[in-house]
C-alpha cells in the first residue's frame, strides 16, 4: 500500500498569512500516462470534504485562486497565499495510481 | 448542480448488516467511478470501495474486504454499500464521493461527496 505521510498536523495562521502543507508518498504517483495521481481536499468542520486541487497542481471547478498545489514524483505541497476564516478546517492529500486509494492523515488548519 | 444524497445509516448491534444508499443528480451518473469512503469519530479518511461505470469492476479495502458489497444502478442512479458482519471499527460517517476516469483508466480525483451517512456499530 502507498503510505502517504502529511506535515505538519496542525497549523495556526493568522489571517492574510501564507500557509503550506507537505505531503509525501511512501512510492512515485507518476503514472506513464505522464499524469501524476495526486490530489488535494479541505474538509471544513462538520461537512464533507470538497475537492481542492487534482494531478498535482490543477484547481478543481471554483476553487480560489489562493490555492496551489505542486510537486512531484513522492513530494508535493499545498499552499494558501492568503489564508483567510474560511479555510479552517483540516486539508487531506491524497492518491489514485493504486488500489487502495490511501489518504495522508491530514491537517488541521486553525486561525489564530 | 451535482448532489449526492446519503442513506441508510443507523444504530446496529455487531455481527448485523445494514445497507447504505447513494443517490445522485445533476450529472450523468454512468459516466462517473463511485466510491465510499469512511470516517470514524475524530479520525481521518479511509477509502472503502470503488465500482466501476459498467459495475464490472470493484474493489475494497482489506478492512472491509469479505463482509462489504458495493453495487450500482445507473438507471436508477443509485450506488449501494451492503455492510455484513459489522464491527465495532465499523462505525463512522460514510461518504459516498464521484470520480473522474482519465485515459489510462485510474480515478483522477474525488470531485463530488455526499453529506455522509452515520453508521453505529455499538451492543
Known amino acids: 500500500d502507498i503510505v502517504m505521510t502529511q506535515t505538519p498536523l496542525t497549523l495556526s495562521v493568522t489571517p492574510g498569512q501564507p500557509a503550506s502543507i507537505s505531503c509525501k508518498s511512501s512510492q512515485s504517483l507518476f503514472h506513464s500516462d505522464e499524469k501524476t495521481y495526486l490530489s488535494w481536499y479541505r474538509q471544513k468542520p462538520g461537512q464533507a470534504p470538497q475537492l481542492l486541487i487534482y494531478e498535482v497542481s490543477n484547481r478543481f471547478s471554483g476553487v480560489p485562486d489562493r490555492f496551489s498545489g505542486s510537486g512531484s514524483g513522492t513530494d508535493f505541497r499545498l499552499k494558501i497565499s492568503r489564508v483567510e476564516a474560511e479555510d479552517v478546517g483540516t486539508y487531506y492529500c491524497?492518491?489514485?495510481?493504486?488500489?487502495?486509494?490511501?489518504f495522508g492523515g491530514g491537517t488541521r488548519v486553525e486561525i489564530k | 448542480q451535482v448532489h449526492l444524497v446519503e442513506s441508510g445509516g443507523g444504530v446496529v448491534q455487531p455481527g448485523m448488516s445494514l445497507r447504505l444508499s447513494c443517490e445522485g443528480s445533476?450529472?450523468?451518473?454512468?459516466?462517473?467511478?463511485m466510491n465510499w469512503v469512511r470516517q470514524a469519530p475524530g479520525k481521518g479518511l479511509e477509502w472503502v470501495s470503488l465500482i466501476s461505470v459498467d459495475s464490472n469492476t470493484q474493489y475494497y479495502a482489506d478492512s472491509v474486504k469479505g463482509r462489504f458489497l458495493i453495487s450500482r444502478d445507473n438507471a436508477k442512479r443509485t450506488l449501494s454499500l451492503q455492510l455484513n458482519s459489522l464491527r465495532a471499527e465499523d462505525s463512522a460517517v460514510y461518504y459516498c464521493a464521484s470520480s473522474v476516469i482519465t485515459r489510462s483508466g485510474l480515478e483522477r480525483s474525488f470531485d463530488y461527496w455526499g453529506q455522509g451517512a452515520l453508521v453505529t456499530v455499538s451492543s
Open positions: 491524497m492518491q489514485t495510481i493504486q488500489v487502495p486509494l490511501t
Open positions: 445533476g450529472f450523468i451518473f454512468s459516466d462517473y467511478t
